[in-house]
């Protein structure tokens, strides 16, 4: 079994500020890794994946992930925080292969909130 | 119409009444699922469908009844909810089993169902 833990619920933070949103996970196989948005009212949209290969992934929007195994961590920066990025943030994990079709693990999400 | 659309947006039923949920994706993918999404809790996935077939039931009461026509449509067939069940409900679709990009679900905006 999987699970996802986002460490914080809440992030505030001043615009042009550096942010950074925390994503633990557990697995006993091998993972692919993936960071979602959900503006208010709206459905989640994909901001990036880690699939294989640089543990550095760099998404839509600004954003950057870093996988880092032995710590099991899948932590999301952006180095200068806009107004619009206040959304909420969710984490999510899937084994990597042996199922055909896609299943997703979230975590319980971060709200962030980008003051003026 | 571009990406996944869901229909109605918002919707208010009593616990007697019986209303569908739509769901249409126009990405050409083979795999649609459905999640519920409530305050302070995780995505909880409910039904996978991929190439029309359900190939998940994640323990889901049978007031909720999903339906998958074609690879295009999903519905959720709703009967004697309860005020729990209020909540976001979200669909979502991906490309079939071609390794990572499988997992890339492309998530509609959701139907806010309040059920009195």
């Known amino acids: 079994a999987q699970s996802v833990t986002q460490l914080d619920s809440q992030v505030p933070v001043f615009e042009e500020a550096p942010v950074e949103l925390r994503c633990n996970y557990s697995?006993?196989?091998?993972?692919?890794l993936f960071w979602y948005v959900q503006y208010p009212n709206q459905g989640l949209q994909l901001l990036l994946k880690y699939l294989s290969g640089s543990t550095l992934v760099k998404g839509i929007n600004g954003f950057e992930a870093e996988f880092n195994k032995s710590q099991t961590s899948f932590h999301l920066r952006k180095p200068s925080v806009h107004i619009s990025d206040t959304a909420e943030y969710f984490c999510?994990?899937?084994?990597?292969?042996?199922?055909?079709?896609?299943?997703?693990?979230f975590g319980q999400g971060t709200i962030l909130t980008v003051h003026p | 119409e571009t990406g996944v659309t869901q229909t109605p947006r918002h919707l208010v039923m009593g616990m007697t009444n019986k209303k569908s949920l739509k769901c249409e994706q126009h990405?050409?993918?083979?795999?649609m699922y459905w999640y519920k999404q409530s305050a302070k809790k995780p995505l909880e996935l409910m039904f996978v469908y991929s190439l029309e077939e359900r190939v998940e039931n994640n323990s889901v009461p049978s007031r909720f009844s999903p339906e998958c026509p074609n690879s295009s449509h999903l519905f959720l067939h709703l009967h004697t909810l309860q005020p729990e069940d209020s909540a976001l409900y979200l669909c979502?679709?991906?490309?079939?089993?071609?390794?990572?990009?499988?997992?890339?679900?492309?998530f509609g905006p959701g139907t806010r169902l309040t059920v009195t």
């Open positions: 979502a679709s991906s490309q079939d089993f071609s390794g990572g990009s499988l997992y890339e679900q492309y």
């Open positions: 697995s006993s196989v091998s993972v692919y």
């Open positions: 999510a994990v899937s084994n990597a292969g042996g199922t055909s079709y896609g299943k997703l693990t």
């Open positions: 990405l050409g993918h083979n795999a």
